[in-house]
């Protein structure tokens, strides 16, 4: 399975083989920040051996219909932001997703347009009951992304993360979606192979 979603500024797909120098430099280039904030950011996730693994797992999972998807500007070709559409413990209609973007693209709403094409996407095209995201401890920024979205807040889970960065203990503020017609509007296709083609509502 593959599948590309459009924005008017982002192509949203699967990364490949060709795509892992672009995602490590853009990984190293925020390691700290991304070791502080992201659950994944282990010190062995640093190399370009993981990050060739990583992408490596996440061609494969496609083929479940888990995606981890790597946004691209449209005009440029440049690696932008990581997020997905990603499938949980919880059930087979019900999605998780979350971000981070690249250094130089940041505060310019490539994390709103990005994760809320997902969003779309997954309502309209996997027609999900629930998708879920979270934030941790005082991270501001990826809040104002979530408020910004629609998310409800579900609850904090007080200490349930510690930062790779410094070993910080942090609270995870969880929230959900189970209701799309709260949805900022946005111009956003989909292709979904092996021949199934939809659009945002």
């Not at 979350?98 to 779309?120: D, R």
């Amino acid at each position: 399975m593959t599948l590309t979603i459009t924005t008017p500024r982002i192509t949203l797909r699967v990364a490949t083989l060709d795509d892992i120098d672009a995602i490590q430099a853009a990984k190293e280039a925020m390691w700290p920040i991304l070791q502080k904030w992201m659950a994944w950011s282990s010190n062995d996730q640093a190399s370009r051996d993981a990050t060739q693994a990583y992408v490596l797992s996440a061609i494969d999972k496609a083929k479940n219909n888990d995606f981890y998807l790597h946004g691209f500007c449209k005009d440029t070709g440049k690696f932008i932001m990581a997020t997905g559409i990603n499938a949980t413990d919880e059930g087979p209609s019900i999605f998780t997703t979350g971000y981070w973007v690249a250094k130089g693209f940041q505060g310019q709403g490539y994390a709103t347009e990005g994760t809320l094409a997902c969003i779309y996407c997954t309502f309209s095209l996997f027609k999900a009951k629930k998708m879920t995201i979270n934030y941790y401890a005082d991270n501001m920024a990826s809040k104002r992304v979530i408020e910004k979205l629609g998310f409800t807040y579900l609850r904090t889970n007080k200490g349930a993360h510690t930062s790779f960065l410094d070993g910080t203990i942090m609270d995870v503020h969880q929230y959900e979606m189970t209701d799309p017609s709260v949805l900022p509007p946005l111009d956003v296709t989909w292709q979904y192979t092996p021949d199934e083609t939809a659009h945002a509502p």
